[in-house]
């Protein structure tokens, strides 16, 4: 009997009228907990129910406290009939497990019912008294800490990084059991509810138990996802990163971590001779290994078969090739540690995406691997072989793309599913990387960061030196010296899905860039229809990678970060997004320009068009250059001295596709003895595809976007922030539907949702969304669903008018030779964009005089009484792992949450977008109510995993499913923690007010 | 392609106050696409037609979703559903229950009954107001109404509470509650020229001074319904008229003091007699439901319409009403100072708010 929970019931509020005769409600309320139940009284005839009750004790196991959710239901009391359910709540009481999270739940949680939604508020207080357990075989893990944030959380320090766990649970899905046959969907919904909750607590429970044997203390990047399979079941399953986490107990030790505005570095023009300092230290005994040397040839393929996965097994230590020869000593020395580090792990993979400065040496690109597969019943539940054996074969071939990049590691690493009918395509990506070992093992970490700073490369560049051996590429690429130290080999093009490290150095803003595509195909049944997906899959990655290229040259950028595809099936159709945001590195060259060429040079009037369009292009280019600020120093091209003359641009996405027949197939996705600089028009596709790169219109004047934590060139945030969730369904009214039709139609959907983005936000300009983070579904047939959520961030603009008097980057370029200290933080802001350089714009300041003055014969004021003071705290969410102009105090645990809500008058609540802003509406409200009780103020890292929408207008029927999750954290503004007044001109005194303050 | 689906939900809720002013005043989702557009927001903001439609849409979705909780305020205060800064909140409730002049001009003491709301039609054509801001209006009259009408206390003080109005906005619905309760008749063509604020000046003096609460706050503290026993009592002033020797000697005492002072001394020293008349015979009158309703008729009629034909300047009413009320206290005869201060003193305020130069 490790555990006591303790509950108690306070009070109600606004409670719904459950008895028309009274217009009152004799309501009590059901305390449940693993299979004990406990009752309140009734107290009747009220709306405001004062309950008041004992202390409600449970006494149980430390496993069930890990798996089971507490369960209240506050019920209508009738002396006649049954008792009306008035609604449930569900509390998680995992924060309460462990020392450092919360100790208490207390506060005001909404009344939850599937059909009618929140119906009041309940006060709750909930307590947990543990005992030490000295079970050695205990099946619980309490005390292992969970982050959704993908990197070492804010005031904690990473003392060891462990790696990879993962673990998934199946179940029968509650809708589709014999007994709902019977049984209301209410009620069937409900059971959903709760097994969800249940199971990802188990599945919580397992992770946790993996870590312990690691001997670590936490999982961070905690990425928990429902596979809903339909008949063949609920699969649940989630990754993570452990790791054995140090709380910093002097806050103020590392008060850079905490600062929002992770900033950039100034471009030093640094001559140290040695970049690769980071091997000058080694910590670890060097171990004369043998490496089994590979042939060559095996590298060059773009992607490897199962079958040699198999033979590249962790063990065998191969699969670094000749590392040693061209790559300098330095290289293969730090490849041996790190081989020694990751050797034991079955999967070196990372759900980071932002580390500890110097734990990223080296980045080779983006590894990514798909599969479909057709589902079938599941039918032991307790063994999940086939799902887990799946996931492991996806891995595999992940492990051995990376192998191929000359990479030790993944990291920024994610999976993901699409499901149509008993189709299942399973993803997942990441980014190949060489680690800096010393992360990686116990006991080596004593005094990391004190030696930290001295490791890390001052210029910024190592990460984006390649990896791989030069001449054992394993794809033909085109390498140029760094543009920062001139002494190792780069890319000209880096694509990855993890953060920009806070080391690297940029010139200019980022910005979104999206690749957007759509295949029909046939409608099919089972292996046909598989066979048909997996066929189309190349093709799409293909035409996505293209696109993403074109559109990154476009902007006169050379690197993607934060890079996300996902591929979504659907009955007639395959869609493909791309998002990621580009930057400009100084250390990759600068990319050239787009050049198209027609196919009948003797046309006239042709070869008109085609100048006329290279023209706009070039226009493009170079406008977009002066939007995000990207002005590179001229380098003499002599200096840099390419080894590979040829002008070839060549694709750095490994990837393979293999369908559930375990074939596997190769894709090229270099453009083979094309120059790819080049775009050809032979053909009306081609030009739609030069049109529709020049359809995308950038964000209106103050606004910029990326997909990432961080926006480089932007570092002056204010704490006014808005996080929100946009959702369009569109439905395609053309029977019949051609790619053309369809690509263009899904363009315009982001396009137009983008738009309507802005023009809502308009009120926070300057500002910037960040995390953009697009979602496709394909709910039926010639129904497309996109689901967006992000973060909007007003910037100072004064401010960084005023940091812009140090001197200009061109000048510091020449004299940073001699102040080659890495800690030169110059904000990049130096360039005031002339379009919003004032702090208010001219057509803002009227719109404030037009509404003032009351229309004649009004009597409307604008004396408003002194606000009455609201009970309601303030709780603020984001998709990032900060907040800005605060810092985290204390982290009190996970939010992972999962609601249905359904609906039989789908046309009395306002029709589906009725329906659907009500509930979002309302699962905010319960996320920020959840946090507040844990004595929280804000939410980080916060995703909404899932959002099934499903309608049947005939029958004024809709149903929807939404699964959140983030971290409750509590922050502290910065104002208040420091003392000193910030720039006066930062509105830091008004925490959210301005959110909502539009004015048109 | 048509978006059959369209939301954005903030987790700070975004409100724009042009497009809450546009859904307050009724107007339908297209008729404020159109409006919007008129003011120029697409130059401004370079958005296009579509955006505008499902931003205002979007706006329309959350003001009705958040139109439940505008009814009873304190629940928007206290609700978790919709996170909205207090000054925010504020501003909506505020602007919730604003009203329109001529809307309220129309309603004011009529019974706030299912007969008046028939009535919104009409009352929505001759005012240009639509039909459903007419609703809203007299739905809020009606709730507040319901909600103070029995309750002790102070009026003002119950509706601030219990509706989080500003001040100035509390004390007209004060006036629109007492209005309603005593069914004073504003709208005959004679009391066109009146304004609603006129009304409410009369309305907050008349609660100061002549209702239970004006005189004892422990007796059954009520703001709403004249003080009885005063409406009796006020016959006892009929002995100033009706009483020869003192009507003249009254008359005497104001026009010396007013000699020289007033720039219709003539037309006044004329007249005298009708005023004093006019003004007591109100007074005592009062018992009557009915003679309560025409108040404002015969302050009008009987005082108003005489002196403006006189022309008398606003000045010279102040002097009058001055002279007239002082002046009976040193009319030995006359008893009843207190009763008589409690009367003259509102109606002096009201005369004085009422008589337009």
């Known amino acids: 009997m490790p555990g006591k929970l303790k509950v108690k019931i306070v ?75 008035i609604g449930k709540v569900y509390i998680d ?19 939850y019912d599937t059909i009618h939604g929140i119906r009041g508020e309940i006060n709750v207080v909930v307590k947990v008294d543990l005992f030490n357990d000295l079970n050695r075989f205990r099946q619980s893990s309490c005390g292992v800490k969970f982050f959704c944030t993908t990197s070492i959380p804010k005031c904690y320090r990473a003392v060891v990084i462990h790696g990879f766990v993962e673990e998934l649970v199946v179940n029968e899905d509650p809708e589709y059991q014999w007994i709902d046959r019977i049984r209301t969907p209410r009620a069937s919904n409900e059971a959903r509810q709760r097994l969800i909750s249940l199971m990802s607590g188990e599945l919580q429970r397992k992770i946790g138990l993996k870590v312990l044997e690691m001997r670590g203390n936490a999982v961070v990047g905690y990425l928990q996802c429902f596979d809903l399979e339909g008949e063949s079941g609920l699969v649940v399953r989630a990754i993570g990163t452990a790791c054995t986490l140090d709380k910093i107990s002097n806050t103020a030790f590392l008060p850079a971590c905490n600062s929002p505005s992770k900033e950039m570095k100034e471009i030093p023009f640094n001559e140290d001779p040695n970049p690769n300092t980071h091997s000058s230290g080694p910590s670890t005994p060097l171990k004369n290994q043998t490496y089994s040397f590979s042939p060559s040839k095996s590298y060059s393929r773009q992607s490897s078969s199962s079958d040699t996965d198999l033979s590249l097994t962790p063990k065998t230590g191969m699969g670094s090739g000749s590392a040693g020869k061209e790559g300098g000593p330095f290289k293969a020395l730090l490849r041996q540690q790190t081989q020694t580090a990751l050797e034991q792990r079955e999967f070196p993979f990372f759900t980071l995406t932002a580390f500890p400065p110097g734990f990223l040496v080296h980045v080779g690109g983006v590894v990514s691997a798909r599969s479909v ?56 990506s990441g ?85 957007r595509l759509c295949r029909l195909k046939k409608k099919a049944q089972a292996e046909a229809n598989a066979t048909s997906i997996s066929n189309l899959l190349p093709f799409m990655e293909y035409e996505v990678h293209t696109q993403l290229m074109n559109k990154l040259k476009l902007k006169g950028m050379n ?10 099936v659907g009955e007639n159709m395959l869609m493909g997004l791309a998002s990621a945001t580009g930057v400009y590195l100084t250390a990759l060259p600068t990319p050239g320009g787009i050049q198209i060429a027609g196919k009948t040079p003797n046309d006239g009037t042709y070869e008109q068009h085609i100048s006329h369009m290279q023209k706009k292009i070039n226009d493009t280019i170079a406008k977009n250059k002066e939007l995000y600020d990207i002005n590179p120093p001229e380098i003499p091209e002599e200096i840099i001295g390419s080894p590979f003359p040829e002008p070839r641009q060549r694709s750095r996405l490994l990837r393979s596709q293999s369908e559930s027949s375990d074939e596997v197939m190769e894709l090229d996705l270099s453009h083979g003895k094309k120059d790819a600089f080049v775009l050809e028009i032979d053909d009306t596709d081609a030009m739609e595809d030069v049109h529709s790169l020049l359809t995308d219109v950038p964000p209106p004047p103050g606004f910029y976007s990326c997909n990432t934590e961080i926006m480089p060139g932007i570092n002056n945030w204010t704490s006014d922030i808005q996080m929100f969730t946009s959702v369009r369904v569109s439905r395609l009214s053309n029977i019949n539907l051609t790619n053309q039709t369809l690509n263009k139609n899904f363009n315009d959907l982001c396009e137009n949702l983008l738009k309507s983005l802005y023009f809502k936000l308009r009120s926070m300009i300057p500002c910037c969304l960040c995390h953009v983070n697009f979602t496709v579904a394909l709910p039926e047939d010639e129904v497309i669903q996109v689901t967006v959520t992000a973060v909007a961030i007003t910037f100072d603009k004064n401010q960084a008018l005023q940091t812009s008097k140090v001197p200009a980057a061109e000048k510091t370029l020449q004299r940073a030779s001699t102040d080659n200290e890495e800690q030169l933080q110059f904000p990049l802001e130096l360039c005031s ?69 359904e609906t039989t008058s789908l046309r009395e609540e306002g029709g589906v977008s009725g329906f659907l802003h ?17 004595g929280g103020n804000a939410v980080v890292s916060y995703i909404m995993k899932q959002c099934v929408f499903m309608e049947n207008p005939n029958k004024n029927q809709a149903q929807c499913l939404i699964n959140v999750s983030g971290d409750a954290v509590i922050v502290v503004r910065e104002s208040e923690l420091e003392m000193v007044p910030v720039q006066p001109s930062a509105p830091v005194s008004q925490p959210t007010s301005a959110g909502g303050d539009v004015t048109t | 392609m048509t978006n059959d689906l369209d939301i954005f939900v903030g987790n700070t809720t975004l409100i724009d106050e042009d497009v809450y002013r546009l859904w307050l005043d009724g107007f339908s989702v297209s008729d404020a696409v159109t409006l919007r557009l008129r003011s120029g927001i697409l130059e401004q903001t370079g958005a296009t037609v579509d955006v505008l439609q499902s931003d205002t849409m979007d706006h329309y979705r959350t003001f009705h979703m958040l139109e439940r909780l505008l009814h009873t305020p304190s629940k928007l205060i206290h609700q978790l559903h919709f996170q909205i800064p207090p000054s925010r ?40 107001i639509t039909l459903k801001s007419c609703r809203r209006q007299f739905d809020n009259f009606k709730r507040v109404f319901k909600v103070v009408e029995e309750m002790r206390g102070s009026l003002v003080e119950n509706i601030q509470q219990h509706f989080l109005l500003s001040d100035r906005l509390a004390r007209y619905y004060a006036a629109i509650v007492f209005f309603a309760n005593s069914r004073f008749e504003t709208g005959k063509k004679k009391l066109q020229f009146l304004t609603f604020e006129d009304f409410a000046y009369c309305a907050e003096q008349m609660i100061e001074n002549w209702t239970l609460g004006a005189v004892d706050s422990n007796v059954d503290d009520m703001d709403v319904d004249l003080d009885k026993e005063f409406l009796q009592e006020l016959k006892e002033l009929k002995v100033l008229i009706a009483d020869k020797d003192l009507l003249d000697v009254h008359k005497s005492l104001v026009c010396t003091s007013l000699r020289g002072k007033i720039s219709v001394y003539n037309e006044m020293e004329a007249n005298f007699k009708n005023l004093s008349r006019a003004l007591v015979n109100i007074a005592s009158k009062l018992t009557h439901n009915k003679d309560v309703r025409d108040f404002f008729i015969d302050l009008v009629e009987k005082f108003i319409e005489p002196c403006k034909s006189d022309k008398w300047t606003l000045n010279d009413v102040r002097l009058f009403l001055t002279q007239y009320m002082t002046s009976a206290h040193t009319v030995d005869a006359f008893r009843h100072q207190a009763l008589w201060d409690r009367y003259m003193n509102t109606i002096k305020s009201c005369l004085l708010k009422m008589y337009h130069d």
């Open chain 1, 918 to 934: 009500a509930f979002i509406a309302e699962v905010f409200a319960m996320v920020r109510a959840h946090v507040a009780a844990l």
């Open chain 1, 93 to 111: 009481i995992d924060p309460l497990l462990y020392s450092e999270a919360a100790t208490v739940i207390s506060g005001w949680f909404p009344i």
């Open chain 1, 11 to 85: 009070a109600g509020r606004h409670l719904p009228v459950m008895d028309r005769a009274s217009d009152l409600t004799d309501a009590f309320v059901e305390v449940k907990f693993g299979n004990t139940t406990f009752k309140t009284d009734v107290y009747p005839k009220s709306l405001n129910p004062q309950w008041n009750s004992e202390w409600f004790k449970f006494e149980v196991d430390d496993e069930d406290l890990q798996d089971e959710p507490l369960q209240i239901t506050v019920l209508d009391h009738d002396t006649y009939s049954a008792n009306d359910a």
């Open chain 1, 431 to 515: 980014t190949a990387a060489v680690l800096n070992p010393r992360f990686l093992q116990d006991g080596t970490m004593e005094g990391c960061l004190e030696q930290r700073t001295e490791e890390t490369s001052p210029l910024g560049c190592g990460f984006c030196h390649i990896p791989y051996d030069e001449l054992n590429m394993p794809f033909p690429a085109h390498l140029t010296y760094c543009y920062n130290c001139r002494k190792q080999k780069v890319p000209d093009v880096l694509f990855t899905t993890i953060d920009l490290p806070t080391e690297a150095m940029v010139i200019g803003k980022g910005c979104l860039i999206q690749a």
């Open chain 1, 833 to 901: 964009d002339p379009l919003v350089s004032q702090p208010f714009s001219p057509a803002k300041a009227a719109s404030l005089d037009k509404a003032s003055p009351l229309a004649e014969g009004h009597l409307r004021h604008r004396s408003i009484p002194s606000c009455t003071n609201s009970s309601v705290s303030v709780v603020k969410m984001t998709p990032l792992s900060f907040i800005p102009r605060a810092k985290i105090t204390k982290y009190l645990g996970i939010i992972n949450m999962f609601f249905i809500r």
């Open chain 1, 559 to 568: 690197a993607l970060f934060g890079l996300r595809i996902q591929i979504t």
């Open chain 1, 373 to 428: 597969k057709l589902l079938d019943r599941i039918h032991n539940p307790d063994e999940p072989e086939t799902r887990d054996a799946w996931w492991a074969e996806i891995r595999q071939e992940i492990k051995s793309h990376a192998k191929a990049l000359g990479c030790h590691a993944v990291v920024g690493y994610s999976e993901s599913t699409s499901i149509c009918e008993e189709v299942c395509i399973l993803s997942a």
């Open chain 2, 89 to 128: 909140q504020a501003m909506l409730i505020e602007r919730y229950y604003a009203f329109d002049e001529s809307f309220v001009r129309e309603v004011l003491g009529k019974k706030l009954s299912k007969g008046t709301k028939k009535d919104l039609d009409d009352i929505s054509t001759k005012t240009n």
